[in-house]
């Protein structure tokens, strides 16, 4: 009866029963179980890492769900598994994943398996600390502080400025709202809503999604989010801006912030941030950068041109876990100001956390400035990884990215059935495939009715057979195009000629 209740191994003899538990002994013997550690992690290795970046090997294996239910048998249930059953179950999750870090994804703005921010997932995942105080994750506050300060350096901050990693760059540009807003309000902290006029904040139309969820979510209210037009590059229009502002001030409502894009999700397109600057000079508003995406062009001596005038920024985004390859989640929040502006905006000063009396210097604990409670220090893996090649081994990951988009688009431009949108600034190359069928046709509204299909179709075909992942989408009128990311420093010109051909292997019938 005795043994049937626990862990026989653990029992002893002297074993004593409280509330029903015998306390003798650990409840996890973490001896045995190291093994099942080991065994899976050469086969995490072996799956996950080697196969998963073969370029011969499936990008992924699609089931549809309630296949893979069926395959994964998904109840939880009263007893456990042996450790080889669980180390199947952990094969068949890789399996049935999609192999992210493969060369022929490119579905995402993420991609491609960067060794060294891999060992820094490792790392952190088994010291698995959390980064709101000094005391509990010395190595990693401090990592978290040096590469705020050398991304603050590349923004242009002379004299640096303050920041946080967050878990996305959708709650970096919440962030921005917040600081923003308690900048022009700082009553609101205490007192609320009830303490602000109606305010406006202005986006161009190609800004990413999180900007109208921040104002949702914020309480400012998607309908006080003014949408600036863009042109045809996708580019804000600062006469449209200043328009804007002029209709929000002449309705008597309180115009505060300025979000402007580096790097557009769909175009890869960069706003004039020199010019947006100049009017929110002019009309005393925060200009913040959404420049999650096109954020790695400023480790570019070639290519930081596109975010010229970025410095006069007050606040940036930044997600090196985009074309930089430290692995998801790494973003970063910065704010120019340095008076504690971040602090004060989100601090709760929690005393069982945030002890005033401790032993060392309280500075370093800087977990407050977070609307967080538990942090994962994300900026580690990008710190590892800036150590192993350097700057100027990321500087020449953006050129060869963009070499290669560059290189893409002129392959479009010379093959016959494909068509470029527009030349690319950055590494999103947007293009439309026509099949034959549809290449003497007239441009009519039938012939782009007929290639809004083609995409998606091409796209299941290409997911059933795994040969690669490619995003498409429509996009202000235009019918759907596919989206091809460039990202993986695996990534070389015949990777992006089997780009081409596959489209064109997949899609000739159609
Ligand atoms: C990806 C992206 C975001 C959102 O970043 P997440 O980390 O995915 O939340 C915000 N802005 C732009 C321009 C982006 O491309």
Known sequence: MRESLCHSNLVKRDAVLVNGMYLNGPTLDIKTTYKFVEDAVSLILDEAVRKGTDILEKVCEWQPPEKLKEILDLELREGGEPHSKILKRCQDVIRYSVKTGHPHFFNQLYAGMDPYSLVGRFIIETTNPSLYTYEVAPVFV??????????MEFVGWQEEGDGIFSPGGSISNMYAVNVARYHRCPDIKEQGLSAVPRLVLFTSQECHYSVTKAAAFLGIGTKNVYAVSSDERGKMIPAELEKQVLRAKAEGACPFMVNATSGTTVLGAFDPLDEIANICQTHNLWLHVDACWGGAALLSRRHRHLLKGIQRANSVAWNPHKMLTAGLQ???????????????CHSARASYLFQQDKFYDMNYDTGDKSIQCSRKPDSFKFWLLWKAVGTYGLEERVNKAIALARYLAVEIQRREGFRLLMEPEYANVCFWYIPPSLRKMPESKEFWEKIHNVAPLIKE????????????????????????????????????DFVLDEIDKLGKDL
């Open 142 to 151: 401090l990592t978290e502080d040096a590469v705020l300060r050398k991304m």
């Open 330 to 344: 790494c973003c970063a929040f910065m704010v120019r100001d340095k008076t504690g502006l971040l602090q004060r």
């Open 461 to 496: 075909r290409m997911m059933k057979k795994g040969s690669m992942m490619i995003g498409y989408q429509p996009h202000g009128g235009r019918a759907n195009f596919f989206r091809q990311i460039v990202i993986s420093p695996q990534l070389g010109r015949a990777d992006m």
